[in-house]
């Protein structure tokens, strides 16, 4: 994710950190396909659905 040399396990807890945690509104651009939210990652990307930020 982003291009660098990124383990898929620290990716993951990456994104649960700095992405999960934004508010669900907000619009992000994946780098493939359309814009999306936050929410609405959070609800059916399948790497991500059921998933909430850590300490949550």
Known sequence: MGGGRVSYSDALRNN???VLTL???TIICPGHGPLT???EQKRCNPFFAG???LGS
């Open 16 to 18: 649960r950190e700095q």
């Open 23 to 25: 508010p669900g509104e």
């Open 37 to 39: 939210t936050v929410g």
């Open 51 to 53: 998933i909430t930020a």
